[in-house]
């Protein structure tokens, strides 16, 4: 299994413009998390999925924050207008009911 | 609360010594309890859990205790290698997510 693969790897953007950071699930997974990770934040959830529907979107921080899962395998987050503070690595993770998340490797987001 | 509390935030140990690491929590309906090793530039990666019914699991020179009563959990790692060196991070299952501690930067020595 090629695990969670998400991209891209690394974004480099300027305020104002719209990001979209993808992820695919490990299949067979049926939960689908997204998270943000910074040094005076460190690990935070922003939303998770299941079956394809969102359960938990507390942790999205605000409007210009948007999640989709069109199908099982494919995910989108997404940020309009993107701000300077944004910039951080987002994971995505996945993994099957009351098991393990296993996390993708990460996009670094840079925010300019 | 929901947080989870991890100490120490950094740890500095000499190769071959052992390093341990203590999370603590509030919610007692959590009974999953993994933690996770995160290497520069890469994304989190499970190397033991522990489920409520258990208080010791073992993995070579990977331990974690589980005391549910006082709720904390601790990571324990034996005959450290400089390979070790990362950010553990311990986290507690609620509801479908996970709760993740802030982070143990580790440092073993050469």
């Known amino acids: 299994d090629a695990g969670v693969i998400q991209s891209p790897r690394h974004e480099v953007t300027e305020m104002g413009q719209e990001v979209t950071l993808r992820c695919k699930p490990i299949s067979g997974h049926d939960y689908l998390f997204w998270y943000r990770q910074t040094m005076m934040r460190g690990l935070e959830l922003l939303i998770y999925f299941n079956n394809n529907v969102p359960i938990d979107d507390s942790g999205m921080p605000e409007d210009r924050f948007s999640a989709k899962m069109p199908n099982a395998s494919f995910s989108t987050l997404k940020i309009q207008p993107s701000e300077p503070r944004d910039s951080a690595v987002y994971f995505c993770a996945s993994s099957r009911p009351g098991e393990t998340q296993y996390f993708g490797p990460g996009t670094r987001l840079l925010v300019l | 609360g929901e947080n989870v509390e991890q100490h120490p935030s950094t740890l500095s140990v000499q190769e071959g010594d052992s390093a341990v690491i203590k999370c603590t929590y509030s919610?007692?309906?959590?009974?999953?309890f993994p933690w996770y090793k995160q290497e520069l530039g890469k994304g989190p990666q499970l190397i033991i859990d522990?489920?409520?019914?258990?208080g010791e699991k073992k993995d070579q020179r990977i331990a974690v205790t589980l005391n549910k009563t006082a709720k904390h959990f601790s990571l324990h790692i034996t005959e450290t290698q400089p390979e070790d060196s990362a950010v553990y991070f311990c986290a507690r299952n609620q509801g479908g997510k996970l709760i993740f501690g802030q982070g143990t930067e580790l440092s073993v020595k050469p």
């Open positions: 522990i489920r409520s019914n258990v």
């Open positions: 919610d007692s309906a959590s009974n999953y």
